[in-house]
């Protein structure tokens, strides 16, 4: 069974106090790795997908890499824009008909202290 | 629209009683997925819809669940019998390619 384990479940930082997000995984065969963002009373909101140990992808002050167990999302001077709850979600190949569903982690919820 | 729209956006219904939640995907994408989130909990799949295929109901939690997707577009998911179990945020997403968008959910609380 696919499973995703994110710490810390909650992280108060300072502005421009620079920190990183966990995500720890177990798969049966990694397909993709997506990074997501929740503010309250909404919908995830797509951030990143890796693909491969080794991928590093950035966005603004935000930038998440892979190795074959784990996921960081680091977070580099951050603002209090940035405060929201963090998801991460693995996709397993193969996949059952096409289904791409995701398994997602509880979340990390991050607030930005101005 | 531009995104996915659900609605309502909050329902709070007696226990026992049934209650429909309705998905407007994206336009033109093919696949739809409805998932549900608890307090404390991550999102759970429910059911994926791929454009005429016999939807992927391996997820739904009960028989007291069931979603249809009309016209390949617009989705609702049933739930009969609510249960206090049931309180939720009900998430829906649709994907054309690679990566899925989500709608804001509809907030069910059960009485």
């Known amino acids: 069974e696919d499973q995703v384990t994110q710490s810390p479940e909650a992280l108060r930082l300072q502005e421009g106090e620079s920190s990183s997000l966990n995500c720890s995984y177990t798969?049966?065969?990694?397909?993709?790795l997506f990074w997501y963002r929740q503010d309250p009373g909404k919908g995830p909101e797509f951030l990143f997908t890796l693909y491969s140990a080794g991928e590093e992808k950035e966005k603004e002050r935000l930038k998440a890499t892979l190795t074959k167990k784990e996921s960081f999302l680091h977070i580099t001077a951050p603002k209090p824009e940035d405060s929201a709850t963090y998801l991460c979600?693995?996709?397993?190949?193969?996949?059952?008909?096409?289904?791409?569903?995701?398994?997602f982690g509880t979340g990390t919820r991050l607030t930005i202290i101005p | 629209g531009a995104g996915v729209s659900q609605s309502p956006s909050n329902k709070v219904t007696e226990k026992g009683k049934d209650v429909e939640l309705r998905c407007d995907p994206i336009s033109g994408h093919t696949a739809l997925y409805w998932y549900r989130q608890s307090l404390g909990q991550g999102l759970e799949f429910l059911i994926y819809f791929q454009g005429n295929s016999a939807p992927d109901k391996s997820g739904l939690p009960s028989d007291r669940f069931s979603a249809e997707r009309t016209g390949g577009s617009v989705s609702t998911l049933t739930i009969q019998r609510t249960q206090q179990e049931d309180s939720a945020v009900y998430l829906c997403?649709?994907?054309?390619?690679?990566?899925?968008?989500f709608g804001s959910g509809t907030r069910l609380t059960v009485v």
């Open positions: 798969v049966s065969g990694l397909r993709g």
């Open positions: 979600a693995v996709q397993a190949r193969p996949y059952n008909f096409g289904n791409e569903k995701l398994t």
């Open positions: 997403a649709s994907s054309f390619t690679r990566g899925y968008t």
